[in-house]
């Protein structure tokens, strides 16, 4: 168990910047999510943080050991890979006791921790299997009884669950963020899905184009974006961006966001920004109804209860509390505050 | 209540009649062209059993029955020596092949080290050069060195094949690099990695070349010829006996045959032993996506 610094950490491929300047601190414990869009450079920092991709420039520490030029082997970290990585010819138990065996301990303390994690993961009856033999699922969680096993300093998980499907996914995601709790190892999860991220992560770093948009908890993405980029990837349906002077708030050159859960039908108090819009689609979830609006050539999403009822094609006026409607500068895309 | 049909239908309906009739068809050519590979053979067999007048007529079955022609052979022309021979050098090729091929290939297709694509075009190179046109130097090269009339040389110029060393690089090409960073994650060092993760990954292309290799040494004729052939005849291989039993103006066909029959026997033998593991798919299950 260590805690983990990224220090102004660039890696470069040829002309790509894959990871450009990321500096994170992982507390010890800490299950951090490093989420992004496909190709943000996520899987790179994870691989360079397990020393299977050289870092071009800065440093990175595992707890006070500086490890740019420490082999894989040697980092103490286990790596759960997206497509588990299961050696095909070795059984379960082989797998499990592959990277033991390779510290040399003895015989006795291998099979003591193998059937420890097989009885955590409830593998125990598959031991003997080959990896060909199990399910999807468990061949997921063989994978993590890999990296559990050997009692590391870090996990570093990428995408282990983009294998399973969506009930086994939910179900997994748990399983882990309890084994993660129990175990009080320092994690890092690579995911692209900002559910996964909020859902599992103590706090969460947002990466775009190789550069880290934003470190915090789940509640500071949601409730205090750091710009345009965090706002709107966070959260689902994601929030809604307008010209600011659409709504009559901020000032010149200023965009408004405001998350569709906060919109609310007619006209609030004074506190509130009000507009007319002329709803398009309602789609009916049971227990709320999301209305697609149209303002002027802007569409803008509306969460709200399903009483009333609201009717397509009907202009309708819609308000946000102004402290729920965050400004942007339009031009750095950076937060300025709220409209209140 | 649910409701029963009177009748019970079977619960596989039976394959229709065209299908049978296309399954018979099928199976009567696959007889048949089975029938035009093994007729050769039998009448390799059977004419290994018959006397020399009677081994130049048509008839299948041997009149008189004779097993005087495998007593020749094992006792007269020494085919027991052959044999061990043929065995020592093929195994012993066949080992180093795998272990240096395996080797070399891994070190191609995923060590970084620099001239590596300009070694590996010299080694394809060599594949463009025919065997008649290295027969010279290589014969002159073995006698300054003294390897001539011994196994040795031989062996020398067949520890690694370049078809085997591009045949394994290209192998280990298609192999996932995730097993390999989870091996060196898992604290395995170069050889270890190689050794307990990518070559057992490699077990097909390792078996059939084994059989391949195997096979190619067992029944090579030419270089034993050039290198040991033409002196000391206990240095003989299965090969080069057979070559002995043909004379200018005669050939002894029952012994001739008797002594393909041995030549055969090892390759069916290493093919039967291998096959399974020509069956790939071992590598597939192991990642998943
Ligand atoms: N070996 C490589 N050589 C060249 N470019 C690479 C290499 N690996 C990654 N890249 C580039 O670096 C960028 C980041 O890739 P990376 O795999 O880290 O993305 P990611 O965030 O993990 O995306 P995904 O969610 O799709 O897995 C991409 O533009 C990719 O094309
Ligand atoms: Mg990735």
Sequence with gaps: ?340 | MLQTTAVAEPLVPPRAPVEILRRAFLYAVLVAVAAVFFVPFLWTVSTSFKTIPDSVHVNLIPHPWTTQAWHEVWTRFNFGLYFRNSFFLAAVVTGANIVLAGLGGYAFARLRFPGRELLFLLVLGTLMVPDQLRLIPVFVMLTNWHLINGFSGYILINLVTATNLFFMRQYFLTIPKDFEEAAKLDGAGYFKTFSRVMLPLALPAVSALAILQFQGTWNDFFWPLIIFGQGNQDLYTVQLGLASLQFQYTTLWPQLMAGSVIAVLPIVVVFVLFQRYFISGVVSAGVKG
């Design chain 1, 1 to 340: 168990m260590a805690p983990i610094t990224f220090e102004h950490v660039t890696k470069r491929f040829d002309e790509t910047t894959a990871v450009d300047d990321l500096t994170i601190d992982v507390a010890d414990g800490e299950l951090l999510v490093l989420v992004g869009p496909s190709g943000c450079g996520k899987t790179t920092a994870l691989r360079m943080l397990a020393g299977l991709e050289e870092i071009t420039e800065g440093r990175i520490l595992i707890g006070d050991r500086v490890v740019n030029n420490v082999s894989p082997g040697a980092r103490d970290v286990a790596m759960v890979f997206q497509s588990y990585a299961l050696y095909p010819h070795m059984s379960v138990y082989d797998n499990l006791a592959f990277g033991l065996r390779n510290k040399k301990l003895p015989k006795q303390e291998i099979d003591r921790r193998v059937r420890e994690t097989a009885q955590i993961l409830g593998l125990e009856e598959l031991l003997k299997r080959k990896p060909k033999q199990l399910s999807g699922g468990q061949r997921q969680r063989v994978a993590l009884g890999r990296a559990i096993v050997r009692e590391p300093a870090a996990f570093l998980m990428d995408e282990p669950l983009s294998n399973l499907d969506a009930a086994l996914r939910v179900q997994t995601r748990a399983e882990i963020l309890k084994l993660q709790k129990r175990l009080g190892t320092t994690t890092i999860y690579v995911t692209h899905d900002q559910i996964e991220a909020m859902t599992m992560g103590d706090r969460i770093a947002v990466m775009s184009k190789g550069v880290l948009q934003q470190i915090g908890t789940p509640e500071e993405l949601y409730t205090h974006p750091a710009n345009v980029f965090v706002a709107t990837f966070i959260g689902s349906p994601s929030m809604n961006v307008v010209p600011a002077a659409l709504l009559g708030v901020g000032g010149a050159g200023q965009l408004a966001g405001f998350r569709p859960e906060h919109v609310r039908l007619g006209a609030d108090s004074g506190s509130a920004a009000a507009y007319d819009a002329t709803v398009e689609v309602v789609e009916y979830l049971g227990d709320e109804q999301l209305a697609h609006l149209r303002l002027g050539e802007i569409e803008v999403v509306a969460k709200l209860p399903v009483e009333p009822r609201l009717e397509a094609g009907r202009q309708q006026r819609f308000s946000v509390p102004l402290r729920k409607v965050i400004l942007f500068d339009e031009s750095t895309s950076r937060t300025v505050g709220t409209a209140a």
